[in-house]
């Protein structure tokens, strides 16, 4: 465990294990921790999905019978190109099938992720075929259907039907109104079911204390803090968690760590506990350690009585220096964790909010250097870009689809400069109608508004938080995520920093684009990932962080997109707030 805290700022930051109440993933410099976390849903970024399948009113296909479903689930990958995820078993005579193979598919919030699901007769001759062996192209397609995943889990009871349709497979670029042949024929219903694979939702939440640590730094006190793992059956031990570093304590009591049965494995499966003290060279001296499973550590507390750690000796693994120090559970108590598609179930949404920047440093957007610039060809620029691509992942979480959209830092015609108007050009109301709503709004907006400055977004985010508060007023189940595109720092950074930590008490989280050239270093203290709470004027705290920040320079010829990017931490703000506020999703 030598490098588990290897940065100062990284071993001081707090690490829960189920994405808690404190856990930031950019913030931690574990790399076990993080993905062994990552790679079982714990973030709110994925999550495992199980799929089942049935339909009514196939087309029947044979001629003595009826047809032999079955089915096959692709999804589309990121150049277009259709990847298989599995197929159906055959079931046999029938046009209303209910098949009894899942498919598992990984989740992605920021990622929008097209599933195609395609039905073929399998001829008689093939029944006794493995179907993973068997060519589609010998046997009757019957009908296929599309939607994205995300579809499908925002749904109430997590179940959409979908018409199948069969398109003729030599279908030509010609228009449907002028080809009635080239229509879809409808072939009967698909239902998608998808369900969670989460085993047990029980989190277990612990207070840890040690007394009488011994002390390995020579001039001044320990920095102890804890390292929890759980033991595989390799013998190989696998982080969990990790608390905070205390500076100087020979008696420290950590915050609140949390642990869900589904990474330890049970409540009696073996945990190491570990005992370091905290060196920024990485290096951290082991003080000491136990092994308890969370039922004994529930019997820790229930006795108030402490467990002494232990050294391994040089003689081996079984021969154990026992330490006068002791460790202390001070708190014990399991809860449910609901996940963020519990909350989706349950009937929240996440309601889409736009803020641009019209000022005068984006350019003329007459010319072809401007940022604002519109193409002839259709090419959409930096802004039409990123409010594509965050709304086309966001649009979908939003039912009624009508968006509030704003723009700042121009002169509308005979006006003064305005710092939040309304981006359809309306004095009283500020929504338009979906993603192609605010795409016209924004054109618009470039033939009827000079651009000016400065860059300020404490009005915006004041506009936002007030629509926010209104809803939380009213008991609305809405999480609302405003996205604002600037080319430039901000200006009225206090200003914005006081708006930011009002804010983060609202159901509401900020994704900040930075588009064009320009340093955007400063608005890093915005986004508060590397650990630094934001602190307004009068010295209030913000409650938690809401903002994440991506210069789209930075990521243009990269892996990732801008969009996971930028929504990578909005699933853990959104649970960080209902958490914390013990906001639990209806049933």
Known sequence: MGNCCSDTGGGMAAVGGT??????????????????????????????????????????????????????????????????????????????????????????????????????????QFHNVDVKTLKLVEQQFLGEATCTLSQIVTRKNRSLTLDLVRREETITPITEESNPSNRPKHCGKLTVHAEECINSKTTTELILRCSDLDCKDLFSRNDPFLVISKIVESGTHIPVCKTEVLKNETKPTWKSVFLNIQQVGSKDSPLIIECFNFNSNGKHDLIGKVQKSLADLEKLHSSGQGQNLFLSTAAGNNNHKILNSQLFVDKFSESVQYTFLDYLAGGFELNFMVAVDFTASNGNPRLPDSLHYLDPSGRPNAYQRAILEVGEVLQVYDSDKRFPAWGFGARPIDGPVSHCFNLNGSNSYCEVEGIPGIMMAYTSALHNVNLAGPTLFGPVISNAALIAGQSLANRGQKYFVLLIITDGVVTDLQETKDALVKASDLPLSILIIGVGGADFKEMEILDADKGERLESSTGRVASRDIVQFVPLKDLQNGEISVVQALLAELPSQFLTYMRTRDIQPST
Not at 34 to 63: H, M, N, P, T
Not at 64 to 79: E, Q
């Open 19 to 124: 994405a808690g109440l404190s856990y930031n993933a950019a913030a931690s410099s574990n790399d076990a921790v993080d993905w062994f976390l990552k790679s079982r849903g714990y973030l709110g970024l994925f999550s495992q999905i199980e799929l089942s399948f049935s339909a009514a009113d196939l087309r029947d296909r044979d001629v003595l019978s009826k047809s032999d479903p079955m089915l096959v689930v692709s999804m589309k990958a990121r150049d277009g190109a259709l990847v298989e995820v599995g197929r159906t078993e055959v079931v046999l005579n029938s046009l209303n099938p209910t098949w009894i193979t899942k498919h598992i598919i990984t989740y992605q919030f920021e990622v929008v992720q097209t599933l195609v699901f395609r039905i073929y007769d399998v001829d008689t």
